[in-house]
T-cell receptor, first 114, second 113 residues
Framework: AQSVTQPDIHITVSEGASLELRCNYSYGATPYLFWYVQSPGQGLQLLLKYFSGDTLVQGIKGFEAEFKRSQSSFNLRKPSVHWSDAAEYFCAVGAPGGYNKLIFGAGTRLAVHP | KAGVTQTPRYLIKTRGQQVTLSCSPISGHRSVSWYQQTPGQGLQFLFEYFSETQRNKGNFPGRFSGRQFSNSRSEMNVSTLELGDSALYLC????????????FGSGTRLTVV
């Protein structure tokens, strides 16, 4: 069955520190991969996505993610975190050329210390 | 260009009632998907409509239903509300039959009392 695992439920970093959020997926082939961010009470904002091609993907707000097929991972990174990055982050997979349906991980809540 | 619009933003209903939520996709988008987000179950897919046809359905009871109109606007309906239906309901729209341009709305917060 298709699934997404985000091993870290909560992460706390200091402002200016680097960040890596982990995402592992289980899927029969190479899926479409997404990272979303959600602020309290808000919808989902797309940070970046991978469909094919270069495995290092650049997104908005200074985020990047790297697709590693051998590890079934799509980890999100940011070199220097800002206080405004505090939010919940979701990794998701979707089927290429299939139905418009995403399977989400449980999310990682990021807290940023000043 | 307007984004995905969900109405209402907040809703309080009583157990046993029914509720209808609305989603207006981005202009030109023909696919609308619905998701339920709860603290316990996370984000779960409800169903997807494309050109007024339901293409895919998640594992939810029959009390959850939806439809799509010819202008691509979609509604979802929940009948006989239960306390566990309290959630943030999100919709997403896409131009076609794939995930390119998939965009989420801000959601409708439903509270069942």
């Amino acid at each position: 069955a298709q699934s997404v695992t985000q091993p870290d439920i909560h992460i706390t970093v200091s402002e200016g520190a680097s960040l890596e959020l982990r995402c592992n997926y289980s899927y029969g082939a190479t899926p479409y991969l997404f990272w979303y961010v959600q602020s309290p009470g808000q919808g989902l904002q797309l940070l970046l996505k991978y469909f094919s091609g270069d495995t290092l993907v650049q997104g908005i707000k200074g985020f990047e993610a790297e697709f590693k097929r051998s590890q079934s991972s799509f980890n999100l990174r940011k070199p220097s975190v800002h206080w405004s990055d505090a939010a919940e982050y979701f990794c998701a997979v979707g089927a290429p050329g299939g139905y418009n349906k995403l399977i989400f991980g449980a999310g990682t809540r990021l807290a940023v210390h000043p | 260009k307007a984004g995905v619009t969900q109405t209402p933003r907040y809703l309080i209903k009583t157990r046993g009632q029914q509720v209808t939520l609305s989603c207006s996709p981005i202009s030109g988008h023909r696919s609308v998907s619905w998701y339920q987000q709860t603290p316990g179950q996370g984000l779960q897919f409800l169903f997807e409509y494309f050109s007024e046809t339901q293409r895919n359905k998640g594992n939810f009871p029959g009390r959850f239903s939806g439809r799509q109109f010819s202008n691509s606007r979609s509604e979802m309906n929940v009948s006989t509300l239960e306390l566990g239906d309290s959630a943030l309901y999100l919709c997403a729209s896409s131009p076609g039959q794939d995930l390119g341009g998939y965009t989420f709305g801000s959601g409708t917060r439903l509270t069942v009392v």
